[in-house]
């Protein structure tokens, strides 16, 4: 490196430090000791049937992590929210409260209601403090849902605000079975000097996302499940954090892979761990054969991270279902719901996407960087290429440049390109019953890339090609992970009218513009 362009990098390093200290100072501070704010509780399994009604109000909560009380954010007092457990097709009423000092709104994650409740800013304007809406929701598909605010989901989400709805299959074989039903919940907050830092201002750390530095299963620090000997357990996971994708394994154990998003998948697969992107949901089946202490870990190349244990006691479980779990099967109901669109898996791209980002534009003349013709900072500040697998696992490599990242300084974007049309300049139309298929690519010559799970909303789709290999396992998803400098192939099934949004869930991206919006008319 040449003396002028280390004096560059040294001036940009020393900028940056003044601009994240000035933000870690005017920052709000959301340690707390207050006695006007109740303490978060245990989280409750709500079950309702059909046609009934249920209040949930999002508020603050006083949260204990590791010995420190935090302010944080909840639904109906706990962290995760309560579980919603309703029966496949029930329709039942949200009454959602606001009682927040931020707007918010309540969205049902993969949940095919009808597009007044859709909770997202294409369907309603944001609640303000105070305010109540209700919500009219239909769950026409089995499997693992979630609930989560739609405006600054970087600050409320990050501070706890989420929650699952487990709707239960009509076909009681639609499932394997199995000894008990388990929810999991992975997140993960960023904790500095004894606080977490954020800003109702404006989004932060929004070149990367928010990667915490503590890791959380159902909100807890060291989350513990106690099991016994020769029980099979059908775990349902939900990664909740704002960017960090999760690599999912118990040590000691098999995974069975039996569902995604929105339902079972075509066939059973057995697995040593899953990949989850911010929103995705995996259905796993566990057999704890033996008396011991299983380690729940999520593990990236460089480095395994413990996030609870499951204890195995000596008793003897009854009825025994190990039988059961040692094949694997075809999952007919599932399959049968694939069948109708074996026809268009193969057809041609109807729409094409391509993800990316301008940055550092406004960043780099503020502080008289150069920009170097690959779209990396001069002096190596930033990285012009993509990690091996396309997965940024962590954002270590550019905390400080990740922590002062607005979205004035990152410009994510999410490109028609037919029509060169980047995020809500994009207006897609289509009939209900279309069957689109739409080829995402994140660009692996972009200024930053990394993975983008991108998310649909009020439709399902299949993934029906991974950079060039077809998939021979088929489940209905709303959200996919698609890897740095690698292509994903989506059958889009067009059912559901209305105005629909289709976003980044990396939550800072979302801030950052990164969003589009689909018409289904009938």
Known sequence: MNKTTLAVALGIIIVIAGIVLYRNESAQDTTTASTKIEPAKTSEVIVLTNGDSYDL??????????????????????????????????????NFKNGTDMNTLLHSHGVRM???FDGSQSTQEEMKPGETFSYKLKFPDAGMYWYHPHVREDYQQELGMYGNYLVVATDEKYWNEVNREVPLILDDVLIENGKINLSKEEADHTLMGRYGNVMLVNGETNYQLNATKGEVIRFYLTNAANARPFNFGIKGTKLKLVGGDAGATEREEWKDSVILGPSERVVVEVLFADEGIYAIEH???????????????NDIVSPYH????GTLRTNDIAKASFDSYSEYLNKPVDKELRLTIDMMGSMSSGMGGHMMP???????????????????????????????????????????????????????????????????????????????????HGQ??????????MNDNLVWKDTVMVPAGQYVDILLDTTNPGEWMAHCHIAEHLEAGMMFEFTVTE
């Open 322 to 325: 190990g039988d059961i779990f």
């Open 114 to 116: 009808d597009n007044e």
């Open 460 to 469: 399902r789709f299949l993934v029906v090609n991974e950079n060039g290999s």
């Open 374 to 456: 690959d779209g990396s900072m001069m002096g190596g500040m930033m990285m012009g290429s993509p990690s091996p697998d396309g997965i940024e696992w962590e954002d270590t490599d550019m905390a400080m440049m990740n922590q002062m990242a607005t979205k004035d300084m990152t410009k994510w974007k999410i490109v028609d390109t037919e029509t060169g049309k980047v995020n809500t300049d994009i207006a897609w139309n289509f009939k209900a019953g279309d069957k689109v298929k739409v080829r995402i690519t994140n660009d692996e010559k972009s200024a930053h890339p990394m993975q983008h799970p991108i998310h649909f």
């Open 57 to 94: 109000t999002a508020s603050y909560v006083e949260k204990d992590i590791n010995g420190v009380k935090y302010k944080m954010l909840a639904y109906n007092g706990s962290i995760p929210g309560p579980l919603i457990k309703v029966p496949q097709g029930a329709e039942v009423t949200i």
């Open 299 to 313: 593990k990236t190349p460089d480095k395994t991270y413990a996030l609870g244990n499951v204890v195995v006691s």
